[in-house]
């Protein structure tokens, strides 16, 4: 018990953060019409493509001789990026079909 | 003064991701929401690149780095820009397994640095290096590493299935199976946090395997119109599994990027399975299409008519009001221009014309509308489901374009069928129902259609886009 509790206080900071953006998340998905749904999802899936700072992070901090690192790592920035570029190329291809339109 | 800078550069990105969902969520600001997020992203990347710095070490790599980049653009790009507007969902389901493969690599290799570093956290020396700050770490590693195997593994089934490659598959006991993988993985993670016995490495790639097993036996038994729920649902599992990578680096722009997307993605599947009123456990545990309730509907027998290109043209020609239903055949046949000239073409003859989009007609929620927007419809004339089943009862004519499920008599009368309680469109309401399909076939979820055999229904066999045309020649020759 005293355990959890010290855990929750030594990383309050970031139990903050996830319990705040939980309820943003909420509040604005909650306004969409339904015919934005499908650009919605692919706009999101671009957004969680952030884990490719965590790729390059991961890529940056790997030695030199450690092949299986750099190896793994490469394959995290190629794969994160194609998330996150595909993701936004694809959202915008869907959204400029809404363009001429009010 | 350079952390500075990065703690900067996050900020914005994490409050562009905000206002960018934000104006997605408007029509009239949706193109330019999406461009403020990829810019707070571009920021975040940049300044990651050139500012991180962790104990006073810069990053190095560099040319692998910018390689990975190059490479990722250039592939991402090319397959973005040539993908048809029909296999849109598979897109976005590939896209998403790529960041759920991301964010488990990522795992795998803080494991092993984790080992490399301070083997002792993995020795039987007592309880003297036992540090919190090791167990949270290991935690939110495995926990990155499920979450992003079985949204990858999850991902690509789902992209194999939708573009027709992978066939549905069950057996008997799937759900016990699936449940036994999930438990048998959660135990695993948890011996090796509080138990920390040597062979780990040895029990966290039996982690990989069973997390990556998991994702494929999640997916492989659910078929038809629950598909757009399970991409939704991976969709906000890689949320989940980059925010942990945002734990791990205790690096803000990946957390809330991950938990917005988490949250917002739970809360889409949810508003999707409550359109299709199936409970969010049902579709975890994937019994859709299984076992007991395929079959166990009510035979349906008796005999559909066929109706010639020229009385349907007649028909449509002298109504007062058309609605169509388009679905998933529309999109396939890529009919979405004609279907709009045959639009234009009867509103000059005097006809209103109106869509009934319902919510999960395609293979994706909102996947009409972006069909039909590419074709220029006006926004005006596509009606949510509540709104057209009332209009149904004023229309003469409903021409129903390559849907099935969605418009399932079956889904009212008969408790015994596997989409029982789902709201359909109540196309029956109206004087007269024109189905186009291919063939008598039964629709994605594999269930007959009472509705193509009632006396007001007739048949117009073919192919969406050749029927459309020829149905638009003989209407413009009345």
Same mark, same amino acid.
């Given at each position: 018990?005293?355990?959890?509790?010290?855990?929750?206080?030594?990383?309050?900071?970031?139990?903050?953060?996830?319990?705040?953006?939980?309820?943003?998340?909420?509040?604005?998905?909650?306004?969409?019409?339904?015919?934005?749904?499908?650009?919605?999802?692919?706009?999101?899936?671009?957004?969680?493509?952030?884990?490719?700072?965590?790729?390059?992070?991961?890529?940056?901090?790997?030695?030199?001789?450690?092949?299986?690192?750099?190896?793994?790592?490469?394959?995290?920035?190629?794969?994160?990026?194609?998330?996150?570029?595909?993701?936004?190329?694809?959202?915008?291809?869907?959204?400029?079909?809404?363009?001429?339109?009010? | 003064?350079?952390?500075?800078?990065?703690?900067?550069?996050?900020?914005?990105?994490?409050?562009?991701?905000?206002?960018?969902?934000?104006?997605?969520?408007?029509?009239?600001?949706?193109?330019?929401?999406?461009?403020?997020?990829?810019?707070?992203?571009?920021?975040?990347?940049?300044?990651?690149?050139?500012?991180?710095?962790?104990?006073?070490?810069?990053?190095?790599?560099?040319?692998?780095?910018?390689?990975?980049?190059?490479?990722?653009?250039?592939?991402?790009?090319?397959?973005?820009?040539?993908?048809?507007?029909?296999?849109?969902?598979?897109?976005?389901?590939?896209?998403?397994?790529?960041?759920?493969?991301?964010?488990?690599?990522?795992?795998?290799?803080?494991?092993?640095?984790?080992?490399?570093?301070?083997?002792?956290?993995?020795?039987?020396?007592?309880?003297?290096?036992?540090?919190?700050?090791?167990?949270?770490?290991? $935690?939110?590693?495995? @926990?990155?590493?499920?979450? #992003? &195997?079985? *949204?990858?593994? !999850?991902?690509?089934? /789902?992209?194999?299935?939708?573009?027709?490659?992978?066939?549905?598959?069950?057996?008997?006991?799937?759900?016990?199976?699936?449940?036994?993988?999930?438990?048998?993985?959660?135990?695993?993670?948890?011996?090796?946090?509080?138990?920390?016995?040597?062979?780990?490495?040895?029990?966290?790639?039996?982690?990989?395997?069973?997390?990556?097993?998991?994702?494929?036996?999640?997916?492989?038994?659910?078929?038809?119109?629950?598909?757009?729920?399970?991409?939704?649902?991976?969709?906000?599992?890689?949320?989940?599994?980059?925010?942990?990578?945002?734990?791990?680096?205790?690096?803000?722009?990946?957390?809330?990027?991950?938990?917005?997307?988490?949250?917002?993605?739970?809360?889409?599947?949810?508003?999707?399975?409550?359109?299709?009123?199936?409970? $969010?456990?049902?579709? @975890?545990?994937?019994?859709? #299409? &299984?076992? *007991?309730?395929? !079959?166990?509907?009510? /035979?349906?027998?008796?005999?559909?008519?066929?109706?010639?290109?020229?009385?349907?043209?007649?028909?449509?020609?002298?109504?007062?009001?058309?609605?169509?239903?388009?679905?998933?055949?529309?999109?396939?046949?890529?009919?979405?221009?004609?279907?709009?000239?045959?639009?234009?073409?009867?509103?000059?003859?005097?006809?209103?014309?109106?869509?009934?989009?319902?919510?999960?007609?395609?293979?994706?929620?909102?996947?009409?509308?972006?069909?039909?927007?590419?074709?220029?419809?006006?926004?005006?004339?596509?009606?949510?489901?509540?709104?057209?089943?009332?209009?149904?009862?004023?229309?003469?004519?409903?021409?129903?374009?390559?849907?099935?499920?969605?418009?399932?008599?079956?889904?009212?009368?008969?408790?015994?069928?596997?989409?029982?309680?789902?709201?359909? @469109?109540?196309?029956?309401?109206?004087?007269?129902?024109?189905?186009?399909?291919?063939?008598?076939?039964?629709?994605?979820?594999?269930?007959?259609?009472?509705?193509?055999?009632?006396?007001?229904?007739?048949?117009?066999?073919?192919?969406?886009?050749?029927?459309?045309?020829?149905?638009?020649?003989?209407?413009?020759?009345?």
């Amino acid at each position: 018990m005293n355990q959890i509790l010290e855990w929750i206080s030594l990383h309050q900071e970031m139990i903050y953060v996830v319990v705040l953006m939980i309820f943003v998340g909420i509040e604005i998905i909650g306004k969409v019409p339904s015919v934005l749904h499908t650009p919605l999802m692919s706009g999101a899936n671009a957004i969680h493509g952030v884990v490719i700072i965590g790729a390059i992070i991961v890529m940056g901090k790997a030695e030199e001789g450690n092949i299986a690192a750099l190896i793994l790592g490469f394959l995290a920035v190629v794969l994160g990026t194609l998330n996150v570029v595909g993701g936004f190329v694809v959202t915008d291809r869907m959204l400029e079909m809404f363009k001429k339109k009010k | 003064m350079e952390l500075n800078i990065l703690a900067l550069c996050y900020l914005l990105g994490s409050v562009s991701f905000i206002i960018g969902l934000k104006m997605l969520s408007n029509p009239a600001s949706a193109r330019k929401g999406n461009l403020v997020a990829a810019t707070g992203m571009f920021i975040a990347i940049v300044g990651t690149i050139f500012l991180y710095q962790e104990n006073g070490q810069k990053l190095h790599n560099y040319s692998w780095i910018f390689g990975g980049l190059l490479i990722g653009t250039i592939i991402g790009t090319v397959m973005a820009k040539k993908v048809q507007m029909t296999a849109m969902p598979e897109m976005v389901s590939l896209f998403n397994g790529m960041g759920g493969a991301c964010a488990a690599l990522i795992s795998i290799i803080e494991f092993k640095h984790l080992i490399e570093v301070d083997p002792r956290v993995f020795a039987h020396l007592g309880y003297a290096f036992f540090s919190h700050l090791d167990q949270t770490k290991l $935690l939110i590693i495995l @926990l990155g590493l499920i979450i #992003g &195997g079985v *949204s990858f593994s !999850g991902s690509m089934i /789902a992209w194999g299935k939708l573009n027709g490659k992978i066939k549905d598959f069950s057996f008997k006991g799937q759900h016990i199976f699936n449940l036994l993988l999930l438990i048998a993985n959660i135990l695993l993670a948890a011996y090796i946090i509080i138990g920390r016995p040597e062979q780990s490495p040895f029990y966290f790639y039996i982690i990989i395997f069973l997390s990556l097993l998991y994702g494929v036996f999640f997916v492989l038994p659910i078929g038809g119109a629950d598909m757009p729920v399970v991409i939704s649902l991976l969709n906000s599992f890689t949320g989940v599994a980059a925010a942990c990578g945002g734990f791990l680096y205790d690096n803000k722009v990946m957390l809330t990027g991950g938990i917005l997307v988490g949250a917002a993605g739970t809360l889409l599947t949810i508003l999707m399975c409550k359109a299709m009123n199936r409970s $969010l456990k049902n579709v @975890l545990i994937g019994s859709f #299409g &299984g076992t *007991s309730a395929v !079959g166990a509907g009510v /035979a349906i027998t008796g005999s559909y008519k066929e109706i010639s290109l020229s009385d349907a043209a007649v028909i449509m020609g002298y109504a007062n009001k058309v609605l169509i239903v388009p679905g998933y055949g529309l999109a396939v046949a890529q009919a979405q221009h004609v279907c709009h000239e045959l639009e234009k073409t009867l509103e000059s003859k005097g006809v209103e014309v109106k869509y009934a989009i319902h919510p999960v007609a395609g293979r994706m929620p909102g996947h009409m509308n972006v069909l039909l927007a590419e074709a220029d419809v006006s926004y005006e004339k596509l009606l949510e489901m509540e709104v057209a089943n009332e209009e149904f009862k004023t229309a003469d004519v409903v021409l129903v374009l390559g849907a099935n499920d969605v418009v399932n008599p079956a889904a009212k009368s008969d408790p015994a069928s596997p989409i029982y309680g789902m709201p359909i @469109l109540e196309v029956e309401e109206a004087k007269h129902v024109i189905v186009n399909k291919r063939s008598m076939k039964p629709g994605y979820a594999g269930i007959e259609n009472q509705l193509f055999f009632q006396p007001k229904t007739s048949m117009l066999f073919g192919d969406a886009k050749k029927a459309l045309q020829d149905l638009l020649a003989e209407i413009r020759s009345i």
